[in-house]
């Protein structure tokens, strides 16, 4: 919510300080500059990362709402009390907690772990799924930094458009301010386009994607020490050593140092 109150505020700042200056807002409207600016922007990203790739980033602002994030001390605990369900009863008792897991990277991780995936096979498979993800998720990043380095050079292009217009009108002297005025509208529109949304959008989105890939890692390292068979406290502390800010202290606790049930009474 933070990026969309930093946007907000910077065209709230263009805004007043045309107001201050006794300027009408209408003077900031230009539906030929919005045309120019912003359909040749989108006609540039058009060519250069496709329809797909460009429809993914638009709808990757979204993210500024609601910014997908992964609860790693969770899946900490929770791949905890795995380790110690299948150290005790076996990897098929873990069909219980699949129907529970709702990521869909977490989930095909835990059915590899129940199908018995060796570590050999389970890290490059989802090394795979990782980087597939995170590319997708990369190139949002990129389409919003690429829209902020053409919007400029187009808000240019519309206010030489628009100055063309005004000269073919020098009959009109009384129209020329107006005329003039109107054609820096677009260069208003392009570099303040770019440097009030795209490239910080752009940036925003490359910093949530390099995050959800970091996320990823802890989780596949997670999934590796599983199939190993490490113990639950092994995989708690091993997994939060790679937790940034750690908000609940490792806790080592009976059920995370030895199997429970049948396992624990045959070691008795």
Request: glycine share 10%.
């Amino acid at each position: 919510m933070s990026s969309l109150l930093g946007i907000f505020c910077g065209l709230a700042v263009v805004v007043l300080a045309s107001l201050a200056d006794g300027d009408p807002l209408s003077a900031l409207c230009s539906i030929t500059a919005c045309i120019v600016v912003f359909g040749g922007t989108f006609t540039a990203l058009l060519t250069q990362f496709g329809l797909h790739h460009v429809l993914l980033g638009l709808s990757r602002f979204t993210w500024l709402a609601k910014p997908p994030k992964t609860d790693i001390l969770s899946f900490i605990d929770r791949i905890a009390e795995w380790s110690n369900l299948s150290r005790s009863q076996g990897t098929l008792a873990l069909e219980g907690a699949l129907k529970d897991v709702t990521d869909p990277f977490e989930r095909k991780g835990l059915q590899m772990i129940i199908d018995n995936t060796s570590v050999a096979d389970l890290f490059p498979i989802l090394s795979i799924l990782a980087e597939n993800a995170a590319r997708d998720e990369r190139i949002a990043g990129e389409v919003w930094e690429a829209a902020g380095g053409y919007s400029p050079t187009i808000g240019v292009m519309g206010a030489v458009l628009g100055l063309i217009h005004v000269m073919m009108r020098l009959d009109h002297p009384e129209e020329l301010g107006a005329g003039i005025a109107t054609a820096f509208v677009a260069t208003i529109y392009g570099v303040g386009g770019a440097n009030l949304i795209f490239l910080p959008l752009g940036t925003r989105l490359a910093a949530m994607a390099e995050e959800r890939e970091r996320e990823r890692y802890i989780i596949i390292q997670g999934f590796m020490l599983l199939a190993a068979g490490k113990p639950g406290i092994v995989i708690r502390q091993n997994l939060q050593s790679y937790v940034v800010d750690k908000k609940k202290p490792v806790k080592q606790r009976a059920e995370d140092l030895e199997p429970a049930g049948d396992l624990a009474e045959q070691a008795a």
